[in-house]
């Protein structure tokens, strides 16, 4: 299944995720009967109290709860009998889908959303039940109801909050899941449609599919839900559409599940890739029975015919060793208990783990990494020459000229310029990607990028302006950019930047850029008696979206900013400060320029910007301390700090970076194959290393083991 990244990037969500953005529940919230998320125009959740008909009866919603797989989960009460059911929400935005795909998929969820037994009987195999399924007649929202049990917790949260499962604990979650199995694949079941076939595929077993109720604090019942039949209606077509599955895919994938839970993680924690069962060293010790099986439905021994003879396997192994698994020993450990005294030994240990923690914390700072956190980086393809399917041919591809684009294709990286690297990035492809800037003709709308991609003059383009794109171009964004704004920094006591707290707000950036605030003292008494000296960047993209930003495309603001600000080179307005500094005089200018100009210079110091009421926020980090920089700090230390990914995804001024590509299918797909291949995490730390900010958060830095071990 498709990360959340990878959907709706016809939708500019600022966290490029709309489905699991809290903005359209924010919407919602704020706006009563808002149906489209204020900023980027995806769905809204419904709002409280909001109904919904079906053929079994009329349901109304409680609560939203959150998103799991490819919908939105909702408490609701059927209005009849009162009875509580949960409500799956999947959606077909009309960006994503077009009118015809999006009645072809709603008529086949009204058919295959939910599966019972043919004949009648209630049987509970853990099978989450499902009452209905609902399609929208006119909207973009289909609904699943189903049962109360829905609401349990995924396996997924539980590896989270409890960690790893005892082998006990897997062989029940082995033997509740292959009886399920069992029951899926041999009998007789009807659709709603009340159509029968003999037996399905689950298709989509994984830890966020698959539901546990624990029950006092000891037994548990697993439950399967989300298949594939119905879930993989909502991947949009743009995404390849999955292959159907086998049965004993079914059996791969509950294997893998089940080795995910006894290792208690998902994710190799020294590389930060994911978690590889071939690797002996990542596999408990307690239990070689429960391991040999694994291997056997994971494929990497012989595999089972079937789940039954799956299950039948299973209640025949032999018992584990109860004193291993209890304690999680090894030969080892039970030496040392013979030589030490419990009591004795658990002193020991607990010095160990104090004096262990206290150097850790004085090398790492405050910032913690969590491992949950690096989840999507190890989901990543690790290499452009593992992107399948390059197609041949030689694609040529624009952006604006002087675009951030422009810029970083001509930095050094890896011993080489990024341009040169990304020329023929797959060796073994017989496929290249020239680069060919444009100029618009209006400074004003500096998108002729796009018509070059429009008219068919370019086979892609790469831009950050894409709010005028039609709806026979598609987006998907590879990396964050965005915008820096600095001042004077010097070690005087009259430092600007300290004066000001290191901060400025996007309304007193307004006033300034509009010539409503002229001296510094307007914003707070105690800052210098200085006039301000506004610049702004040459380049027409960054221009814009400052303007988009701050400015809000106000015309009146724009006509203020056109003829009060002068627009100078970003390093020559750096020049400026340093001149003025070097010959003792105070200066009050400030300037904006983007990441990949304005991160590695110490002439201006980068203002945390605030946003409205909420605190300002500084995605610049010291690397010592994991803390974000104040003024106090050496920013001439260019190794001592960098971008923090998560903190940036809440910048003010942070903004995607896409490949924007035409949807016809008859044209080869030079576009998103050079986005995918710019998505691995191979094109993830090169962006990083010339300025721009990755999707998502990666290990340590870009000097770390991630980017270095990626060839």
Request: net charge positive; proline share 4%.
């Given at each position: 299944m498709p990360s959340f990244e990878s959907l709706y990037q016809e939708y500019p969500c600022s966290y490029n995720s709309p489905l699991s953005c809290d903005r359209p529940f924010q919407t919602a919230q704020q706006i009563k009967g808002a149906k489209f998320c204020l900023e980027c125009g995806f769905p809204a959740t419904l709002p409280q109290e909001a109904e919904i008909k079906g053929s079994q009866g009329t349901y109304q919603i409680a609560s939203f709860v959150g998103v799991r797989g490819l919908g939105r989960l909702y408490s609701a009460i059927q209005l009849k009998d009162k009875q509580p059911v949960i409500i799956k929400e999947y959606l077909l935005p009309n960006r994503s889908f077009n009118e015809?795909?999006?009645?072809?998929?709603?008529?086949?969820?009204?058919?295959?959303?939910?599966?019972?037994?043919?004949?009648?009987?209630?049987?509970?195999?853990?099978?989450?039940?499902?009452?209905?399924?609902?399609?929208?007649?006119?909207?973009?929202?289909?609904?699943?109801?189903?049962?109360?049990?829905?609401?349990?917790?995924?396996?997924?949260?539980?590896?989270?909050?409890?960690?790893?499962?005892?082998?006990?604990?897997?062989?029940?979650?082995?033997?509740?899941?292959?009886?399920?199995?069992?029951?899926?694949?041999?009998?007789?079941?009807?659709?709603?449609?009340?159509?029968?076939?003999?037996?399905?595929?689950?298709?989509?077993?994984?830890?966020?599919?698959?539901?546990?109720?624990?029950?006092?604090?000891?037994?548990f019942s697993i439950y399967f839900c989300d298949l594939a039949i119905w879930e993989n209606l909502f991947i949009p077509p743009i995404i390849s559409q999955p292959a159907p599955t086998r049965p004993e895919q079914d059996l791969e994938s509950l294997g893998l599940l089940a080795f995910s839970l006894w290792v208690g993680r998902t994710t190799n924690f020294s590389s930060n890739q994911p978690l590889d069962p071939r690797d002996n060293q990542q596999w408990p010790d307690t239990d070689s029975h429960l391991k040999q099986f694994i291997y056997r439905l994971i494929r990497l021994e012989t595999p089972f015919e079937s789940a039954e003879a799956a299950r039948q396997a299973l209640l025949e192994l032999p018992k584990e060793d109860r004193g291993k698994s209890s304690v999680r020993s090894s030969p080892g450990s039970q030496e040392i208990q013979k030589r030490f005294p419990m009591p004795l030994l658990l002193l020991v240990i607990l010095a160990l783990l104090l004096l262990g923690g206290g150097i850790w914390y004085w090398l790492w700072g405050r910032k913690t990494?969590?491992?949950?956190?690096y989840i999507q980086w190890s989901r990543l393809v690790r290499n452009f020459s593992e992107v399948p399917n390059i197609p041949s041919g030689q694609f040529t591809y624009t952006g604006e000229k002087d675009s951030t684009w422009s810029y970083i294709l001509t930095q050094p990286v890896d011993n080489s310029r990024l341009g040169d690297l990304l020329t023929r990035p797959k060796s073994d492809a017989t496929a290249t990607f020239d680069y060919k800037s444009v100029l618009s003709s209006n400074v004003n709308n500096p998108i002729q990028s796009i018509e070059e991609v429009q008219t068919s003059k370019k086979d892609f383009a790469i831009t950050s302006l894409v709010d005028n794109i039609t709806d026979k171009l598609a987006k998907k964004s590879v990396a964050y950019d965005g915008l820096l704004v600095f001042v004077a920094f010097n070690k005087r006591d009259s430092n600007?930047?300290?004066?000001?707290?290191?901060?400025?707000?996007?309304?007193?950036?307004?006033?300034?850029?509009?010539?409503?605030?002229?001296?510094?003292?307007?914003?707070?008494?105690?800052?210098?008696?200085?006039?301000?000296?506004?610049?702004?960047?040459?380049?027409?993209?960054?221009?814009?979206?400052?303007?988009?930003?701050?400015?809000?495309?106000?015309?009146?603001?724009?006509?203020?900013?056109?003829?009060?600000?002068?627009?100078?080179?970003?390093?020559?307005?750096?020049?400026?400060?340093?001149?003025?500094?070097?010959?003792?005089?105070?200066?009050?200018?400030?300037?904006?320029?983007?990441i990949s100009k304005t991160s590695t210079q110490c002439t201006g110091y980068p203002l945390a910007i605030a946003n409205g009421k909420n605190s300002a926020i500084q995605p610049l980090f010291q690397r010592r301390d994991r803390r974000s920089i104040n003024p106090s700090d050496d920013l001439c230390q260019h190794d001592d700090y960098y971008v923090d990914v998560t903190t940036f995804q809440s910048y003010p001024l942070g903004y995607p970076i896409f490949v924007v590509y035409p949807k016809d299918s008859s044209r080869l797909p030079g576009g998103s194959t050079f986005a995918q291949m710019l998505t691995t995490r191979q094109g993830q730390c090169l962006l990083s290393k010339v300025g721009l900010v990755a999707l998502q958060p990666m290990p340590d830095d870009i000097n770390s083991y991630a980017c270095k071990s990626v060839p």
């Open positions: 015809s795909e999006t009645q072809k998929r709603k008529e086949t969820f009204k058919r295959v959303g939910g599966v019972s037994l043919a004949d009648s009987r209630i049987q509970n195999f853990r099978l989450v039940e499902t009452k209905e399924a609902i399609a929208d007649q006119k909207g973009e929202r289909c609904y699943l109801i189903t049962k109360g049990i829905e609401s349990s917790q995924t396996l997924g949260k539980y590896l989270i909050e409890k960690g790893a499962m005892t082998s006990s604990e897997v062989r029940e979650v082995l033997n509740q899941g292959l009886q399920t199995l069992q029951f899926l694949h041999t009998q007789k079941l009807r659709f709603p449609s009340n159509q029968t076939q003999l037996g399905i595929t689950h298709g989509n077993i994984n830890l966020d599919s698959t539901l546990i109720k624990v029950e006092n604090n000891q037994n990494d969590s491992p949950n956190q600007l930047a300290n004066a000001l707290g290191g901060q400025i707000n996007l309304e007193q950036l307004r006033q300034i850029y509009t010539g409503k605030i002229t001296n510094w003292q307007q914003i707070s008494p105690k800052l210098p008696n200085l006039p301000v000296k506004p610049f702004a960047p040459t380049e027409p993209e960054a221009i814009s979206k400052f303007q988009e930003i701050v400015l809000k495309n106000a015309p009146q603001d724009e006509a203020l900013f056109a003829a009060k600000v002068t627009k100078l080179d970003t390093t020559k307005t750096q020049n400026l400060i340093r001149s003025e500094i070097l010959e003792g005089r105070s200066t009050g200018i400030i300037s904006f320029g983007i």
